[in-house]
């Protein structure tokens, strides 16, 4: 009797713990993120690390440029923005309210306030673009300065393109005595 009774309660205990173990599992895979909310999630982290880099720029440094040949810190950040569209609009289709105009020479976007609004309306046209693409749809091709390549690869060629320029300004805030914002990587 005793050895049926241990082998019950065995059975219970083990019964026990695959439940528990099944429902850890289920909790992981439901925490897990999806390829497109992994995006979402890295291109709000972007933008919030790019505002860091603008907020931290003083005013009159908007305009500076380390060399006459090279963009001012203003106009890496619009070509960032200006990017940021592009590709965003080749990637999800939705129309590019700046097609066909350079932010970089528009005058209306010369003051602090103003630069940080444009680029962090390009981060926010990224981000709802990304929201409305299905996940399935991420694998589909689109064209992408003529070459065919998948959605996701176009959000991810764009990621890496607006943190090379982010990057570049970093050594404008140190040529004006800023400390740059530390690295943002989760």
Request: charged fraction near 25%.
């Amino acid at each position: 009797m005793k050895k049926k009774n241990l082998t019950q309660l065995f059975l219970h205990v083990l019964l026990g713990f695959l439940l528990v173990a099944g429902s850890v599992c289920q909790l992981s895979a439901a925490t897990l993120l999806t390829p497109k909310s992994q995006l979402v999630a890295d291109w709000q982290r972007a933008k919030e690390y790019t505002k860091e880099y603008l907020d931290a720029m003083p005013e009159d440094g908007i305009s500076y440029k380390p060399n006459p040949e090279i963009r001012s810190f203003g106009e890496q950040m619009l070509h960032l923005a200006n990017a940021n569209y592009n590709f965003a609009a080749a990637a999800s289709g939705k129309s590019n309210p700046y097609q066909g105009k350079n932010l970089e020479k528009m005058e209306e976007f010369r003051s602090k306030a103003a630069l940080t609004k444009a680029v962090l309306d390009s981060y926010d046209f990224v981000i709802s673009a990304l929201q409305t693409t299905i996940d399935a749809q991420l694998g589909e091709n689109v064209k992408l300065f003529n070459r065919d390549l998948n959605r996701e690869l176009a959000y991810a060629k764009a990621f890496e393109h607006q943190t090379h320029h982010r990057g570049q300004t970093t050594i404008y805030l140190r040529m004006k005595g800023v400390k740059p914002p530390a690295e943002k990587l989760f």
